[in-house]
């Protein structure tokens, strides 16, 4: 039966649909408002990063808005870590491009690895972190070899593989199978939008294996931010939970996948003598010790009877893409040294805190996922966090680098020199 309600004809079955439509809209209108402070908080971070590179570029020296901007305009000279004077415009110019370039492939190469390890005929997570691996080792030797051939266009060290440091770095090795395979794994069953979230406990674990292996206190400051990091890892798992889309699978490789980071950092400081302090050689000897160690336990694991029958593996669409993984994997390394030496390690914390913040929402805005207020406040509880413990850690470092500074003044001024 149909009612006549004020002039228009109302049929009582439509109202179910018509409320389902005005809470679709309501959705819809909350997760652009989310967006829209999720981008607010991209750009305050941006803004932030080019003042924190100020700081770090004039020599810490205390310059006003104006004056910056006066600079910029004007163009005047300022000295580069090399020595050589560049005006102060070209300088920012060449930060803008790195950080952009560092954005850009740290971006690129979470989400390739999504749609990788999101292939459902191959579900081979090791042996796509095997493949990337072999890349690496593959580029190694390609500029070793070019630097070889073009001496003054390729600036890269010398390689010759060594058993005795292959050994020596072996420790190590394990631990970076673990952290890389672990990261896979959580973006796999965690997606990237709750990636961050994910593996955020990196610098809780930081300060706990500190002190546990290297008996370092922590300050109070530093031990707040930790727990703002942890207040939004837990509200991120009760918000995913509460959606129905979380993975405790995701969660415990999430986990995992920070303690190795941890490790791996602790670990990378007592090998890098062994290979002379190169970057470039522990990354291939890492590598190469990855992918013999790899070779077992993908068989162990039963990838080698997945990858045997997956029907693309003529397809040079998909092995484009495992390549381009591999190549943006080995890239990310070289760019994030080149971020730090232009701009500071605390501009590259900071920058590469943002750089997640932006991976988010972009992950949101390409799968349409509509996300509650709370599960924003996570992120952002995570991102504010680590970005705080950053600062704090950056301004303890100042701190013990100004005091025999300010000791030797003290001296000076008491011998009445």
């Given at each position: ?28 209108a ?30 810490r ?9 006066g ?151 530093a ?43 602790i ?8 290979v002379?302090?190169?970057?470039w ?7 190469i ?49 080149l ?28 799968h ?49 020199v």
């Amino acid at each position: 039966m149909q009612a006549a309600v004020w002039g228009r004809v109302y049929d009582p079955g439509t109202a179910p649909s018509r409320r389902r439509a005005s809470v679709r809209v309501e959705k819809l209108a909350s997760s652009v408002t989310y967006l829209f402070i999720a981008y607010k908080w991209v750009l305050y971070a941006n803004c932030f990063i080019f003042f924190v590179f100020v700081e770090n570029t004039m020599n810490r020296t205390q310059l006003k808005r104006s004056k910056i901007l006066g600079m910029a305009l004007a163009g005047l000279d300022s000295v580069d870590q090399d020595g050589e004077t560049e005006t102060f415009l070209m300088r920012a110019i060449k930060i803008t491009f790195v950080v952009a370039l560092y954005w850009f492939i740290s971006i690129t190469m979470v989400f390739l690895n999504n749609h990788l390890l999101d292939i459902r005929e191959l579900n081979a997570p090791l042996f796509v972190t095997f493949f990337q691996c072999l890349v690496t080792v593959g580029l190694c030797w390609f500029l070793h070899l070019t630097s070889k051939l073009c001496p003054g266009v390729v600036d890269f060290p010398s390689l010759k593989f060594d058993h005795k440091v292959s050994r020596e770095v072996l420790p190590l090795s394990f631990v970076f199978i673990g952290m890389i395979t672990f990261n896979n794994l959580c973006l796999k069953h965690l997606g990237v939008a709750f990636y961050t979230v994910g593996r955020s406990l990196s610098t809780v674990f930081n300060v706990i294996l500190s002190y546990v292996i290297l008996k370092q206190t922590t300050s109070l400051y530093a031990l707040l931010c930790c727990g703002v990091i942890l207040g939004g890892f837990w509200l991120g798992v009760d918000q995913e939970g509460a959606e129905g889309s979380l993975s405790w699978l995701g969660v415990v490789y999430g986990v995992l996948a920070s303690m190795c980071v941890s490790l791996n950092a602790i670990y990378t400081k007592k090998v890098m003598p062994v290979v002379d302090g190169s970057i470039w050689k522990l990354s291939f000897y890492n590598n190469i010790n990855a992918c013999v160690l790899f070779v077992p336990l993908i068989f162990l694991f039963g990838e080698a009877p997945k990858v045997y029958s997956f029907n693309g593996m003529d397809d040079w669409n998909f092995w484009g893409m495992m390549i381009t993984g591999g190549i943006f994997g080995f890239a990310i390394g070289y760019v994030t040294g080149l971020q730090i030496k232009y701009t500071s390690p605390l501009t590259h914390n900071v920058s590469g805190t943002a750089k997640a913040c932006a991976q988010t929402v972009l992950a949101v805005v390409y799968h349409s996922s509509i996300k509650s207020l709370l599960w924003w406040t996570s992120n952002l509880m995570v991102l504010g966090g680590s970005s705080a413990y950053t600062w704090v850690k950056g301004m303890e470092m100042k701190k013990v680098q100004d005091e025999p500074q300010s000791k030797a003044k003290v001296q000076k001024n008491d011998s009445g020199v």
